[in-house]
């Protein structure tokens, strides 16, 4: 059965940064292209991050562009996300999903482009 299992998550304050990882079992990783989603309390679930199989491009919402970095290491069958510069509206719970899109805007930012997710873990930014 495959599995994506995030960590790292946790309380921090504004302006911090935070690295948050997503391990996969059974799925070997460097044949999926790789996102990360969050929910809010009372929000729908959306995009933040997405990286090709190989990493060698990436794709990030308008909220995470020159303060999150996505990346991979597919001998570690692990994805990760370095967030810098942490806001209180990035407070949320933050899911990694593994899926087959094609590499397009529309596909990789799209929750049903994904077969895989994980249970996610909680960022809360608060001082």
């Known amino acids: 059965q495959v599995q994506l299992v995030e960590s790292g998550g946790g309380l921090v304050q504004p302006g911090d940064s935070l690295r948050i990882s997503c391990a996969a079992s059974v799925l070997t990783l460097s044949t999926s292209v790789m996102g990360w989603f969050r929910q809010a309390p009372g929000k729908e679930r959306e995009f933040v991050a997405a990286?090709?199989?190989?990493?060698?491009?990436?794709h990030y919402a308008d909220s995470a562009k020159g303060r999150f970095i996505i990346s991979r290491d597919n001998a570690k069958n692990t994805v990760y996300l370095q967030m810098n510069s942490l806001k209180p509206e990035d407070t949320a719970v933050y899911y990694c999903?593994?899926?087959?899109?094609?590499?397009?805007?529309?596909?990789?930012?799209?929750?049903?482009?994904?077969?895989?997710w994980g249970q996610g873990t909680q960022v809360t930014v608060s001082s």
């Open positions: 990286i090709t199989r190989g990493g060698g491009i990436t």
């Open positions: 999903a593994a899926g087959r899109p094609r590499w397009s805007e529309v596909e990789v930012t799209t929750r049903g482009s994904y077969d895989y």
